[in-house]
């Protein structure tokens, strides 16, 4: 059975950094993308950012480029999320995703086959 868990999210103030994890198992991830979404209460899920098999390329959205920042170990397994300069809009929870066909980073949710349970993050002002 795949599963993709991930850890690390709080509550943190608003200017704060919060790093992600999500640990992979079931199956490796090391040859295709994977990726973190977002989905605040109320909202659609929108995507944050994505990185290649390699983690030669990544792709973010408007809204998160220059303080986020995500990178992989793929003799672990694991996907990060680095967060900085977190602001009260950034609150969501944050889901993790994997694919099995593609290798390059991409924003479309479709892309992706597995998704973790998600992590809540809460930024306060």
């Known amino acids: 059975q795949v599963q993709l868990v991930e850890s690390g999210g709080g509550l943190v103030q608003a200017g704060d950094s919060l790093s992600l994890s999500c640990a992979a198992s079931?199956?490796?991830?090391?040859?295709?993308?994977m990726g973190w979404f977002r989905q605040a209460p109320g909202k659609e899920r929108e995507f944050v950012g994505s990185?290649?098999?390699?983690?030669?390329?990544?792709k973010y959205a408007d809204s998160v480029k220059g303080r986020f920042t995500i990178s992989r170990d793929n003799a672990k397994n694991t996907l990060y999320l680095q967060m900085n300069s977190l602001k009260p809009e950034d609150t969501a929870v944050y889901y993790c995703?994997?694919?099995?066909?593609?290798?390059?980073?991409?924003?479309?949710?479709?892309?992706?086959?597995?998704w973790g349970q998600g992590t809540q993050v809460t930024v306060s002002s």
């Open positions: 990185i290649s098999w390699s983690a030669g390329s990544t």
């Open positions: 079931g199956r490796t991830f090391s040859t295709n993308a």
């Open positions: 995703v994997g694919a099995v066909r593609g290798m390059f980073p991409t924003s479309s949710p479709y892309e992706y086959d597995y």
